[in-house]
């Protein structure tokens, strides 16, 4: 190998580590705080509201809620549910989530305004 | 240092060890200068929830229900540079909760931090009497919503 090929070569595998390298750091760090982020049932809801994640790669929503009504206050709860379903397009669950809370318009028309509201 | 290093094949070898030292700098500097708006994806995520149910106990629920809806969302840790409008807002829904639009100023605890929280992000047209009326097409909203 002559000289100058030598030189190249160190120089691309030198910038090859270089770049794999910060590369892995980098995403390292960043995976690591998506996955302590998703140790959190709030967040694990929110992903799936904001479609980042597909709902049934992560426990049920009903499961989360579980979870959550520890720290979050009982009607709060009830409400984020109501607010999953209807994000999810469950107007009949979301009806009877709704009647639950025992608000005053449950009707499929209000619903409606309900998920328009939350998807524009 | 080791036989094994001074041939050519350990200079080759330090060498890239050295640059793998400083890709691991470059990438902890590269993630500490992005680690902000990581943040803030993660803060919205988070709230996302809340912030939603909020929105629809407000509009379509019970006082009851959106005052602790509003509240717990006050409690949620947050994103500062998003925190601010938030919580102006979340201040104003609670204070047309509470009809705080219809008394005077003074007397109008919710009005009072929403200025606060207006300040934080922006420089004019936070005057309480304007976020008052702001507080007034809230409650407007709230009332269309349940008719």
Redesign the interface.
């Known amino acids: 190998m002559n000289g100058a090929l030598k030189i190249v070569t160190l120089a691309v595998s030198h910038l090859l580590v270089f770049a794999v390298g910060a590369t892995c750091v980098a995403g390292s760090r960043t995976r690591a705080m998506f996955e302590a982020a998703g140790r959190d049932p709030l967040y694990r809801i929110g992903a799936v509201m904001t479609q980042l994640t597909d709902k049934n790669a992560t426990p049920s929503l009903d499961a989360d809620l579980t979870s959550l009504s520890g720290t979050v206050r009982a009607p709060a709860t009830q409400v984020i549910r109501l607010a999953a379903l209807l994000e999810q397009g469950r107007l009949n669950d979301a009806g009877v989530a709704c009647k639950a809370l025992a608000w005053p318009h449950c009707d499929p028309q209000t619903l409606g305004q309900m998920r328009k509201a939350l998807v524009p | 240092m080791p036989p094994w290093l001074r041939g050519w094949l350990g200079r080759?070898f330090l060498?890239?060890a050295l640059?793998?030292i400083?890709?691991?700098l470059?990438?902890?500097a590269?993630?500490n200068a992005?680690r902000a708006s990581?943040?803030s994806i993660?803060s919205?995520?988070?709230?996302?929830?809340?912030a939603?149910?909020?929105?629809?106990?407000f509009?379509?629920?019970?006082i009851?229900?959106a005052r602790?809806?509003l509240e717990?969302l006050q409690r949620?840790p947050s994103d500062a540079t998003l925190v601010s409008q938030e919580e102006m807002f979340n201040a104003l829904r609670l204070a047309a909760l509470n009809g705080e639009d219809q008394t005077t100023v003074a007397d109008s605890p919710h009005i009072r931090s929403a200025s606060l929280a207006c300040r934080r992000f922006r420089t004019s047209d936070c005057d309480p009497a304007r976020l008052q009326a702001l507080a007034t097409k809230f409650a407007q909203e709230r009332s269309t919503?349940?008719d």
């Open positions: 080759i060498s890239h640059a793998l400083g890709a691991t470059a990438g902890n590269y993630w992005h990581t943040e993660v919205t995520i988070t709230r996302k929830p809340l939603d149910a909020a929105n629809l106990a509009r379509f629920g019970s009851d229900h602790v809806l717990e949620t919503s349940r």
